[in-house]
Nanobody, 114 residues
Framework: QVQLVESGGGLVQPGGSLTLSCTIS????????MGWYRQAPGKQRELVAA???????NYVDSVKGRFTISRDNAKNTMYLQMNSLKPEDTAVYYC????????WGQGTQVTVSS
């Protein structure tokens, strides 16, 4: 059974930075294309950053140039470096496969506010 544990969220001022981490167990992590998703209040969950097994990355337009996704297959961990944060980045952030696993983690709250 896949277990996903997100961490690193918090309250940050506009223009600030955060680094999120996602630790995955129950799968051979290096074999999976992965993504960071977010869900803002009243909105649908959206994919914001993706990284393939070969470490090719892709981003939704709203975060391009500000967010960087990476992975460490030896540690079964994925990261999301978020810079120049904006209030509209406020959301609960989740990790999952690009082909969704059967469950989600608890997510980590990111709040961007002055």
């Amino acid at each position: 059974q896949v277990q996903l544990v997100e961490s690193g969220g918090g309250l940050v001022q506009p223009g600030g930075s955060l680094t999120l981490s996602c630790t995955i167990s129950g799968i051979i992590f290096r074999n999976y294309d992965m993504g960071w998703y977010r869900q803002a209040p009243g909105k649908q969950r959206e994919l914001v950053a993706a990284i393939t097994r070969s470490a090719t990355t892709n981003y939704v337009d709203s975060v391009k140039g500000r967010f960087t996704i990476s992975r460490d297959n030896a540690k079964n961990t994925m990261y999301l470096q978020m810079n120049s944060l904006k209030p509209e980045d406020t959301a609960v952030y989740y990790c999952n496969g690009l082909s969704l696993f059967g469950s989600w983690g608890q997510g980590t709250q990111v709040t961007v506010s002055s």
